[in-house]
């Protein structure tokens, strides 16, 4: 059986291992990640100038030509905006238009069409109208007799479902009942 100082040994020889190979592999990137010679800066060389400013300076400095000037600046002026002036005055004479209406006919009753689907309707409302002198009569009835003594049937309670009862009226109960919901009750990974 292998010691526990050897176990400790060979996961240190592993890590160190690892780490050998990780410092190896990141050195073989940054060498291919490097730029190659004709794109890196000569020491002799002042750096290159700033990229230019659009493709068109870009291209003409790679061309050799020398910059043309750009085109002039047009600047339209904005129209002022329209003053409302005072309407013009109206003309001295306005033609009139004559237009003659019926008299209104005073006393006409209003007709509705009673759809098919709607008679039930009309029945429920007549029925609600009547619905206040129902209940005024309903209760004339029950004043009229007197109200007798009522007695109360109770049926005798279980004892365990009175231990159950008495249990949880107690801290001790209470705290036990918790408990027991928490156990007994459904995973917490399954809870909303």
Do not use: C
């Amino acid at each position: 059986m292998i010691a526990a100082g050897h176990i400790n040994l060979i996961g240190l020889i592993i890590v160190v291992v690892i780490w050998v190979l990780s410092a190896i592999f990141k050195r073989k990137q940054d060498a291919q990640s490097e730029l190659p010679p004709e794109l890196k800066p000569r020491r002799g060389q002042p750096p290159a100038s700033p990229a230019a400013s659009n493709w068109e300076e870009e291209l003409r400095r790679v061309l050799g030509q020398s910059p043309s000037e750009p085109p002039p600046m047009i600047h339209k002026s904005r129209p002022l905006p329209h003053r409302a002036s005072a309407p013009p005055p109206l003309p001295a004479y306005e033609p009139h238009i004559q237009v003659s209406l019926p008299d209104p006919q005073p006393n006409i009753e209003p007709h509705f069409q009673h759809l098919p689907g709607l008679t039930e309707s009309t029945e429920r409302y007549a029925e609600a109208m009547t619905l206040e002198q129902r209940v005024t009569r309903h209760m004339s009835d029950v004043t009229r007799t007197p109200v007798g003594t009522t007695a109360t049937v109770r049926r005798e309670i279980a004892p365990e479902v009175f231990e159950a009862v008495s249990a949880i009226r107690t801290q001790r109960g209470a705290r036990a009942a918790v408990l027991a919901s928490i156990i007994l009750g459904p995973p917490r990974a399954l809870e909303p």
